[in-house]
């Protein structure tokens, strides 16, 4: 039970409902997004393509928690670079022959795809505790005649979206609508934003085994509890028993990665070089100022048979 009498809003107008979360749809065309906002403040923006939320504000909408580059193309002519694009079917570069998905491009085609807004649902019983949740779909119907003819199996992703006033919950679920078996990888790319890599590490997956990417895929194991990023990073750490992930700013916890149904988690930071590498990468010094831990399920692949469904996903506790 909440304790209205301690909330003079609520006192001082008790005939009016408590405003609830306020949804919005701005923009047109491949530029359109969905913006919610709850009646404390806390705030997400989520473009249609890709269904990638670029923006999540909380602590009463001051903190901005995700990090997007400011040459991110956010008019749908490519993948957004930062926020949270949504990688399907396939994870990086796809295996390179024999494989359903090795005609797709690297991290597949949902971050850029125009998804469709299907609603929301809010609850709105307490300023301190109403949450808002959007929910998007893409279907076979909606990809590219690329893509189709690249990955030609009938699929239902929806992708839930909920802000609660500490948190960001973000869930797929994904559906065989063929007759065909398919199988697939799926990853969530969150970019965080953080004040200074020299001082973030990373907690929770100690001894859990990894693939460096940086050094030839090379396996090991984790040996720190705190994993300090001081170069280019980029690696899967696969089959994590813990669920949580903890990226730790100046020795204090900043976000908690909970982790549902996905088993892995990269890191990734790409550093000075690869950063200025990148076109939509800005400014060049931005990778100070970022750290992608993505969950997913990319060690091997899920399968589905008809008519079956997948669902995972995170929840991020911002801790500030
Ligand atoms: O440049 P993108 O296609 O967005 O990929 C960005 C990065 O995504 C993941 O973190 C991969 O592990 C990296 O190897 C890749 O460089």
Not at 74 to 85: E, L, M, Q, T
Not at 112 to 136: N, P
């Amino acid at each position: 039970m909440v304790d209205r009498a301690n909330r003079p809003s609520a006192l001082n107008a008790p005939s009016a409902a408590a405003p609830g979360p306020q949804v919005d749809i701005t923009g047109s065309g491949a530029g359109s997004k969905v913006t919610a906002t709850l009646p404390s403040g806390e705030s997400i923006e989520v473009l249609l393509y890709g269904a990638t939320v670029i923006s999540w504000k909380s602590n009463g909408g001051k903190t901005e928690n995700l990090w997007l580059s400011e040459k991110a193309a956010v008019d749908g002519s490519k993948a957004v670079r930062g926020g949270i694009p949504v990688v399907f079917p396939v994870f990086g570069p796809p295996p390179k022959s024999g494989h359903p998905t090795s005609s797709l491009p690297q991290h597949g085609f949902a971050r850029s795809s125009r998804w469709e807004f299907l609603g929301k649902s809010t609850s709105e019983d307490a300023l301190d505790s109403s949450s808002v949740k959007l929910d998007f779909g893409l279907y076979t119907s909606g990809i590219s005649e690329d893509a189709k003819k690249a990955w030609p199996l009938d699929f239902g992703l929806v992708y839930s979206v909920t802000l609660s006033k500490d948190s960001l919950q973000t869930v797929i679920n994904v559906r065989n609508e063929g007759e065909q078996s398919f199988e697939f990888q799926f990853l969530l790319h969150t970019y965080f934003k953080i004040k200074d890599i020299t001082k973030t590490s990373v907690k929770g997956l100690l001894g859990v085994e990894y693939i460096d990417k940086v050094l030839n895929a090379s396996s090991h194991q984790e040996s720190n509890s705190a994993i300090a990023i001081t170069g280019e990073v980029d690696r899967v750490y696969k089959s994590i028993p813990q669920d949580t992930t903890t990226i730790v700013e100046a020795d204090s916890p900043r976000f908690d990665v909970v982790r549902d149904n996905l088993s892995d988690t990269v890191v990734w930071n790409p550093w000075i070089e690869k950063a200025k590498g990148m076109g939509d990468f800005s400014p060049d010094d931005g990778y100070k100022n970022m750290i992608c831990v993505e969950v997913g399920a990319v060690n091997g692949w899920q399968k589905l048979e008809k008519g079956e469904v997948f669902e995972g996903g995170q929840t991020i506790k911002s801790l500030l």
